[in-house]
């Protein structure tokens, strides 16, 4: 497995070996011990999600305030703009966001540690996307940030067109309000 690192030092891209031939392909998606060698997490997963968008549909940006999750993210279908925010007020990176494609065609997957926001739009027709979580969804502790703060300034590829948001994420607040307690 290729592990590469982002601009904030613990979000890490990590792409498998893809064995393939006229009949397929193969690969490993997940491996404890070369998870944990390659983030230097201890965390287990507790749950996997799937999601099935269709284009132009953005989720997020997400976050738990009290059991925050970790999540390993990929698509098994599709093609997705996936990012990762911080969150993290003493962090270094602190309100900066990472952003990568990930598709069936890369098998890319991108680990994102506790204590950072999450988001995607889809790119493809639809897209199926799958997530591996190292805490339970607690619908009461979950919080979201707009979009599109100018604060955070991500360059979502959205080529003129507007997102399709669901009505939370449509009203989701800045990330300032979001950490001080308004980010329903």
Request: cysteine-free; overall charge negative.
């Amino acid at each position: 497995m290729k592990i590469s690192p982002t601009s904030i030092p613990d979000v890490v891209v990590l792409e498998p070996k893809v064995f393939g031939d006229a009949r397929g392909f193969f690969l490993e998606s997940y491996n404890e011990e070369v998870f944990r060698r390659s983030t230097g997490s201890e965390l287990t997963f507790k749950q996997d999600n799937h999601s099935r968008s269709s284009k132009g549909v953005l989720r997020g940006l997400h976050f738990q305030v009290e059991q925050p999750q970790g999540k390993l993210v990929r698509v098994a279908r599709g093609a997705v703009f996936d990012v990762a925010v911080d969150i993290r007020p003493t962090s270094a990176t602190f309100g900066q966001w990472v952003g990568i494609e990930l598709s069936e065609d890369n098998n890319r997957q991108l680990w994102i540690p506790p204590g950072l926001a999450h988001g995607f739009l889809v790119l493809s027709e639809s897209a199926d996307f799958l997530y591996k979580t190292t805490e339970y969804y607690a619908p009461a502790h979950e919080r979201s940030i707009a979009w599109n703060d100018p604060a955070i300034g991500i360059e979502w590829p959205l080529f003129g067109a507007a997102p399709v948001l669901s009505a939370k994420d449509a009203a989701a607040p800045s990330l300032a309000a979001s950490l001080a307690g308004d980010g329903r």
